[in-house]
């Protein structure tokens, strides 16, 4: 089995390219090539498969085994791929979110359209029907649905967030049925928001595509952003443009390796 290790702005992932192939995975499996020490390591894993209707269609694994209907950064290096082996510089690419449209930038940059955000409590989705915006938590944070539901935090300072405690704190409140992404964003003025980021999962990663969407929404809705915004991850910048067809995001990406897993590692990790 023939792997890719990627990366967007530090959020990294092992790509597996299931096109014309049967590639079979299991949780165990997932979880032992998540193993940063005995495994390869990765934020989220994605499987690309032939495309129903599109050019690619991606499935997204957690690092802990369970799988995600939609990881931004992740669909930005998936399109790449796709880019390089079509040549071309516009395509669309299947997830649980339905038909994404992405586009190769002249500066070399990759830009996909996320979708609309989800902005009803059953589609992000919380436990019971109440206002997405205070939610009846310590911080008076937002919640908003990217095809993952994802809490967003307004602070001063997200450099004093105790982002371990209170992101695995948050991740598992009762009022998100399905868990939740948590994000802590400070504004720097309307136009550029600096984000930190606890990923459902249990981990701190170095950026977030589908948070820094969330985050720009929620900007937005509380009137403290324009709907064009910056933000600034701890791997660097993702531009975040909310527009009537949904929210665009674009940033870099980059191939760091490939290799192939040893029969032996498969056969252990079965």
Not at 212 to 227: D, F, K, Q
Request: hydrophobic share 45%.
């Amino acid at each position: 089995m023939r792997f890719l290790k990627m990366h967007g702005l530090g959020n990294d992932f092992v790509m597996l390219d299931a096109r014309g192939q049967d590639v079979r995975l299991s949780a165990p499996l997932v979880r032992a090539i998540g193993d940063r020490h005995r495994g390869v390591g990765f934020d989220q894993l994605i499987v690309l498969r032939d495309g129903d209707g599109a050019d690619v269609t991606l499935d997204f694994w957690n690092a802990d085994g369970s799988t995600a209907g939609a990881c931004g950064n992740g669909t930005r290096c998936a399109a790449r791929l796709v880019f390089d082996d079509l040549g071309t510089d516009r395509l669309t690419l299947r997830t649980e979110r339905g038909l994404l449209q992405a586009e190769h930038c002249a500066d070399g940059r990759i830009r996909v359209n996320m979708g609309a955000p989800e902005l009803t409590w059953d589609r992000v989705p919380l436990a019971r029907d109440i206002p997405l915006d205070p939610l009846p938590l310590d911080g008076s944070p937002a919640a908003v649905g990217m095809g993952n539901p994802h809490c967003v935090f307004f602070v001063e300072d997200v450099a004093q967030v105790d982002l371990p405690t209170l992101g695995a704190r948050f991740e598992h409140d009762p009022l998100f049925p399905e868990r939740t992404n948590v994000e802590f964003v400070q504004v720097i003025d309307r136009s550029t928001l600096r984000m930190r980021v606890w990923e459902r999962g249990g981990m701190i990663t170095q950026a977030c595509g589908s948070g820094a969407c969330a985050v720009a929404v929620a900007a937005a809705l509380r009137g403290l952003t324009e709907r064009t915004v910056r933000v600034i991850l701890d791997g660097g910048p993702l531009d975040i443009d909310w527009r009537e067809d949904g929210v665009w995001m674009t940033g870099e990406t980059a191939l760091t390796f490939e290799g192939t897993f040893s029969d032996a590692f498969l056969a252990g990790a079965a």
